[in-house]
């Protein structure tokens, strides 16, 4: 397989499936995506595309391993994403190489902002949550304010592992991202 493709083999599509599901039900579960989850499919993801492409498969894996790092890092240390959710997205940009995690981030972007959405709207918190934003947004762009912080608790976030699973299976399954036109590299 050369750099920049995507996998589409059937074992492919059961690793993202087994990695997406489970970590997606113990995030809506417990609140945490778990180390025995991960590390193994961040390790196992190298070996994959080594042995699937040698030299440029391991690339490709380590390419996507850091760049779910690089993109995770800093939704983590404004403390929007926990350290599982960036572990997850090292784990499938290694196990998916660069162009893989590129789709699956972008369409779980937009899949957990309409999820967030609905969750919000759904436990009577939109109105509120917007006036927050806005109050947020204005200190931050209007000089001499106090700077706020949006206060988030349980009921106003959403696990992330959710629309992240969902994304990376769609995304192994039929390349919705691609499919809609947009070129990532």
Not at 28 to 40: A, Q, S, V
């Amino acid at each position: 397989m050369a750099f920049g493709k995507i996998n589409s083999s059937p074992l492919f599509l059961s690793l993202v499936i087994a990695l997406g599901g489970i970590a997606a039900l113990t995030d809506f579960r417990t609140g945490k995506i778990y180390n025995w989850l991960t590390f193994p499919f961040i390790v196992g993801g190298l070996l994959y595309q080594t042995y699937l492409s040698g030299l440029t498969g391991m690339t490709d894996a380590l390419a996507g391993c850091l760049l779910g790092l690089g993109l995770g890092f800093i939704p983590f240390w404004m403390n929007w994403l926990g350290a599982g959710d960036v572990k997850l997205m090292m784990a499938l940009g290694s196990l998916g190489g660069g162009r893989f995690i590129q789709e699956v981030l972008i369409l779980s972007l937009f899949l957990g902002s309409f999820m967030g959405l609905i969750q919000l709207t759904w436990r009577g918190k939109l109105v509120g949550f917007l006036k927050r934003l806005q109050s947020f947004l204005r200190s931050r762009l209007i000089s001499g304010l106090e700077p706020e912080e949006i206060r988030l608790d349980r009921t106003t976030t959403l696990p992330f592992a959710i629309p992240l699973g969902i994304g990376a299976i769609w995304t192994a399954w039929s390349h919705p991202v691609l499919q809609g036109g947009w070129l990532l590299w």
